[in-house]
């Protein structure tokens, strides 16, 4: 095969993308085996390429010919996206420097590990208050639990109103789904969208008359210090932290929770130490990542990864959970091991698009596992594991739809 010739397309299973299940991980380790590289049939009748290792996710995260850019896109594409979703093209997540660092500029500062850090004693009130409402013993789907804490925490950092919370979720939750083929569910996406873009845009020309310490402020104040932002990117990025504020840490509850019910001795380890919760939270980020693709990546030019040709436009997957289980870098990479060190996981990604929310969902986990475990004594699955309900939406995650545990008692605070 020659340097330009293209590789077949790998047969890859149908469910390869649309079933996040423990089936994943085989395929992932069997494509590892078989190069870094692999062009695939997604999206359907486009290039595209999967990067499957560590190594080669590395470099990739760091060469600037792969681009985040809509506008580096096909056309079709762009098109797709602007139609589906228009409010979610205008933030960081879909820039390249200087916008990129630009657009990035409003929330680092707000998202920092210290002032996160502040926010542990009233993350830690939510989540007694919501452990206060469960049974007092029994079952109970802990995925309702996992989705509403995040979603307090960031609408109180963003302080939306109580009255609002349902609605933005539902709005924020259907839009982090990719856009489809499907002339029906992107106009349901577009609904959506327009919602949330209505909804923000009345928040901030209220917040500006009425201004505190809060993360919706904080973007106004550093909006007109600067005067280099527009409202629309506002907006877009008021979305995209909501739903990386509370879909993925959701993620991050329910996965950790269920690769920590499946091992025992684990958890028995942290039950009995409740201060390996920060390694804890990590090691559960790497085995089963609440992000198991990287967002959007296009390449701008011909170019070479993994010893495969990639052409110009072609989509450019980072399979973050395979690389997060690559043997060269983790040893017994399928095994939970709450005290790994060096723990070198993408579950944030890496560089410049390292995740800006990664200091609250921390502070977030190491604040839940440890609660659950000390007021819920006798935690365990209440299904078999091969019966867990992982959920698929056509985009970056990977998460439960339910997440049904058992316990003896419900203990006070």
Not at 151 to 159: A, D, G, K, P, Q
Not at 328 to 336: A, K, Y
Not at 387 to 399: H, I
């Given at each position: 095969?020659?340097?330009?010739?293209?590789?077949?397309?790998?047969?890859?299973?149908?469910?390869?993308?649309?079933?996040?299940?423990?089936?994943?991980?085989?395929?992932?380790?069997?494509?590892?085996?078989?190069?870094?590289?692999?062009?695939i049939d997604y999206p359907p009748g486009a290039e595209a390429y999967i990067v499957t290792d560590h190594d080669?996710?590395?470099?990739?995260?760091?060469?600037?010919?792969?681009?985040?850019?809509?506008?580096?896109?096909?056309?079709?594409?762009?098109?797709?996206?602007?139609?589906?979703?228009?409010?979610?093209?205008?933030?960081?997540?879909?820039?390249?420097?200087?916008?990129?660092?630009?657009?990035?500029?409003?929330?680092?500062?707000?998202?920092?590990?210290?002032?996160?850090?502040?926010?542990?004693?009233?993350?830690?009130?939510?989540?007694?208050?919501?452990?206060?409402?469960?049974?007092?013993?029994?079952?109970?789907?802990?995925?309702?639990?996992?989705?509403?804490?995040?979603?307090?925490?960031?609408?109180?950092?963003?302080?939306?109103?109580?009255?609002?919370?349902?609605?933005?979720?539902?709005?924020?939750?259907?839009?982090?789904?990719?856009?489809?083929?499907?002339?029906?569910?992107?106009?349901?996406?577009?609904?959506?969208?327009?919602?949330?873009?209505?909804?923000?845009?009345?928040?901030?020309?209220?917040?500006?008359?009425?201004?505190?310490?809060?993360?919706?402020?904080?973007?106004?104040?550093?909006?007109?210090?600067?005067?280099?932002?527009?409202?629309?990117?506002?907006?877009?990025?008021?979305?995209?932290?909501?739903?990386?504020?509370?879909?993925?840490?959701?993620?991050?509850?329910?996965?950790?929770?269920?690769?920590?019910?499946?091992?025992?001795?684990?958890?028995?380890?942290?039950?009995?130490?409740?201060?390996?919760?920060?390694?804890?939270?990590?090691?559960?980020?790497?085995?089963?990542?609440?992000?198991?693709?990287?967002?959007?990546?296009?390449?701008?030019?011909?170019?070479?990864?993994?010893?495969?040709?990639?052409?110009?436009?072609?989509?450019?997957?980072?399979?973050?959970?395979?690389?997060n289980r690559d043997p060269r870098v983790f040893e017994n990479p399928d095994r939970l091991d709450i005290g790994?060190?060096?723990?070198?996981?993408?579950?944030?990604?890496?560089?410049?698009?390292?995740?800006?929310?990664?200091?609250?969902?921390?502070?977030?986990?190491?604040?839940?596992?440890?609660?659950?475990?000390?007021?819920?004594?006798?935690?365990?699955?209440?299904?078999?594991?091969?019966?867990?309900?992982?959920?698929?939406?056509?985009?970056?995650?990977?998460?439960?739809?339910?997440?049904?545990?058992?316990?003896?008692?419900?203990?006070?605070?």
């Amino acid at each position: 095969m020659t340097a330009v010739e293209k590789p077949a397309a790998k047969p890859l299973p149908p469910e390869f993308f649309n079933d996040p299940g423990d089936d994943r991980h085989g395929w992932e380790a069997a494509l590892r085996a078989d190069g870094p590289v692999h062009r695939i049939d997604y999206p359907p009748g486009a290039e595209a390429y999967i990067v499957t290792d560590h190594d080669t996710t590395l470099k990739a995260f760091n060469d600037p010919r792969l681009s985040k850019r809509v506008e580096a896109a096909p056309a079709w594409f762009q098109e797709q996206l602007r139609d589906a979703s228009p409010v979610l093209i205008r933030n960081m997540i879909t820039a390249d420097p200087p916008d990129h660092t630009r657009l990035r500029k409003l929330v680092s500062r707000a998202f920092t590990a210290r002032r996160m850090e502040l926010l542990r004693p009233r993350i830690q009130q939510i989540t007694d208050e919501l452990i206060d409402d469960f049974p007092e013993s029994g079952e109970v789907d802990l995925m309702g639990f996992a989705y509403s804490l995040p979603m307090r925490v960031i609408s109180e950092f963003l302080r939306v109103p109580d009255e609002d919370r349902p609605q933005v979720q539902q709005d924020v939750v259907m839009l982090s789904e990719a856009p489809y083929p499907d002339e029906e569910r992107n106009r349901l996406l577009r609904v959506a969208s327009d919602k949330i873009e209505r909804y923000l845009l009345d928040l901030l020309a209220a917040r500006r008359g009425d201004l505190g310490d809060d993360l919706v402020s904080d973007l106004i104040r550093a909006a007109d210090e600067d005067d280099v932002f527009e409202e629309s990117e506002l907006v877009s990025t008021l979305v995209l932290l909501i739903i990386a504020g509370h879909k993925t840490t959701a993620n991050l509850i329910g996965n950790g929770t269920q690769a920590l019910l499946r091992q025992p001795d684990q958890l028995e380890l942290l039950r009995a130490d409740p201060s390996l919760a920060p390694s804890a939270v990590e090691e559960f980020l790497r085995l089963d990542s609440p992000v198991f693709r990287g967002t959007l990546r296009i390449a701008t030019e011909d170019m070479e990864l993994g010893g495969q040709h990639i052409p110009k436009e072609s989509f450019v997957h980072l399979m973050l959970g395979s690389a997060n289980r690559d043997p060269r870098v983790f040893e017994n990479p399928d095994r939970l091991d709450i005290g790994r060190t060096g723990n070198k996981h993408f579950a944030f990604g890496h560089g410049a698009h390292f995740c800006a929310g990664a200091p609250l969902s921390r502070v977030e986990g190491s604040v839940v596992f440890p609660t659950m475990l000390r007021r819920l004594p006798g935690l365990r699955l209440a299904v078999a594991p091969e019966d867990l309900d992982w959920v698929y939406d056509n985009s970056t995650s990977r998460g439960l739809r339910t997440l049904p545990v058992a316990y003896d008692a419900r203990l006070p605070r």
